[in-house]
């Protein structure tokens, strides 16, 4: 159920996002026609009122004007641009009109031009004709008038009605909220169908993780598209299956070979049992990270390609650790027994500690853990890498299940002659003094309630006795400070 609420977000924020930026889009196209639009309007009709009088001058040099042949064409151009257009001789006598009554429109344009003098505004003034902003007091109105004289020596008047254009503006914001509201529901829409698209392989890769942390390993991921980084995860995540399918079935077969020898050997029952807690434990912790690389993916905690890689990285190499840990375990359970030799290589131990720690910082992240280093230069060691794995993997993970509300960890390395000495210390309750040496027995537990908690099966410490004594080291833990020092020393 959480889960699908996690989802839920994803894809409610994806469309928010999408239908946000739709509207803040088609405001700002409606804020442009409030505040901008009239002032672009005015200037485009003065400029069709300057293209009139020029070719209306034109006519009158070639004498074209007063033809009755040019009367059709002069009521065309009124026509084609909403003006009203006046001709007039200096006597007052109307030459051409595109009004119908010629005397009333010569009247009003004159008493518009002359008789309102306080609401007369310039716009464009030169030699032949001056374009005014005028209100006819008569029927308050607004208009834009040109008075000028043509180059035979007429008389000219253009007028156009300011309310025809705030009438087409207001149509045409009253179109853009009718579009507006439906570019919404159809980016409403369209969001929904990206969203849930988008979502669908998280959703299928999530569910993946949560089987396999339940030991379920037959589960496939179907890849859609190999370029994806998604996909991508799904191929590992594929590949992961199949090594840790292949782990389990040796596993299995491990187990049968053991059953086989139950009424023989008493011995190896005992071995098959314990062996059996010792997968248990150790292959909890890196499922789990498995599980938070995956879950971060999916809530978008890595945004960038760089980050999308490494958690795609962590999760394949985890997936290796794990086959290989079952294998390990097999040789750990032998080599109780003196059936295993240790393959000793030299390693920088130093870097092994730092990415141990670095591959665990989910874990330590989700209990808001601080952790704190000290640590000198690279120390180089000849030793069983794997092994000091196991033992500083065991170390780094009771630090994170035991620490108390103080959340504090330390990784201290010290560097002697012929040897390094690894330490870490988790802030919380002491050890009693009686139940140090208990404590790396096996199936021991202090705290039983508080190791069901976290699902440990008692067996973490007696690995790592095991590990240390093989590779001829030293191990040991003490109290301090309100806490726990757990330390092993390996020889160079």
Request: some cysteine.
């Amino acid at each position: 159920m959480k889960q699908n609420k996690r989802f839920i977000g994803v894809r409610r924020q994806l469309v928010l996002r999408i239908t946000g930026l739709v509207l803040v889009i088609l405001a700002m196209f409606w804020l442009f026609n409030t505040l901008f639009m009239s002032y672009f309007y005015r200037e485009e009709k003065v400029e069709a009122m300057e293209k009139v009088f020029e070719e209306l001058d034109y006519a009158s040099i070639t004498g074209q004007l007063y033809e009755s042949s040019f009367e059709s064409k002069f009521e065309q151009i009124s026509l084609n641009n909403n003006l009203d257009i006046v001709v007039m001789s200096y006597d007052g006598s109307v030459l051409l009109s595109s009004g119908k009554e010629k005397r009333n429109t010569v009247r009003r344009l004159l008493d518009a031009v002359l008789s309102n003098t306080d609401g007369t505004k310039s716009i464009v003034h030169t030699s032949m004709y001056d374009i005014t902003y005028n209100k006819d007091l008569f029927v308050n109105e607004e208009y834009l008038i040109l008075t000028g004289t043509l180059s035979d020596g007429k008389l000219i008047m253009i007028r156009y009605a300011i309310e025809n254009m705030k009438f087409s503006l207001d149509v045409i914001n009253k179109t853009t909220i009718v579009v507006a509201l439906i570019a919404f529901l159809l980016a409403l829409l369209l969001s929904e169908i990206l969203a849930r698209r988008i979502t669908k392989p998280i959703v299928e890769l999530t569910n993946i993780s949560k089987r396999m942390s339940e030991l379920d390993f037959y589960a496939k991921y179907k890849v859609r598209n190999t370029s994806s980084e998604i996909d991508i995860l799904g191929e590992h995540m594929n590949t992961m299956s199949s090594s840790l399918e292949n782990a389990l079935e040796k596993l299995q077969e491990a187990n049968e070979e053991l059953k086989k020898d139950i009424e023989i050997k008493e011995k190896n029952e005992k071995m098959r049992k314990e062996f059996l807690s010792n997968v248990s434990h150790e292959l909890k912790t890196p499922i789990a990270l498995i599980q938070g690389y995956a879950e971060g993916l999916n809530e978008g905690m890595a945004d960038d390609p760089e980050s999308r890689e490494y958690y795609c990285e962590v999760i394949v190499d985890e997936s290796k650790k794990m086959n290989k840990l079952v294998q390990q375990l097999m040789s750990l359970n032998e080599l109780e027994y003196g059936q295993i030799s240790v393959n000793k290589t030299n390693f920088n131990i130093t870097e092994l500690v730092r990415s141990l720690v670095g591959s665990s910082m989910i874990l330590i992240e989700q209990n808001n853990i601080k952790v704190e280093y000290e640590i000198g230069d690279d120390v180089y060691v000849n030793s069983d890498e794997y092994m000091v794995e196991i033992v500083f993997s065991n170390f780094l993970s009771n630090a994170i299940h035991y620490t108390d509300e103080k959340k504090r960890i330390k990784i201290s390395q010290l560097e002697r002659v012929d040897s390094v000495r690894i330490s870490v210390y988790n802030s919380g309750n002491s050890i009693p003094e009686d139940e140090m040496d208990r404590i790396w027995d096996k199936f021991y537990k202090i705290d039983k309630a508080r190791t069901r908690e976290y699902g440990g099966s008692g067996v973490g410490l007696s690995i790592v006795k095991a590990a240390i004594d093989a590779l001829d080291g030293k191990y040991g833990v003490y109290n301090k400070d309100n806490g726990v020092v757990f330390w092993f020393e390996i020889y160079k």
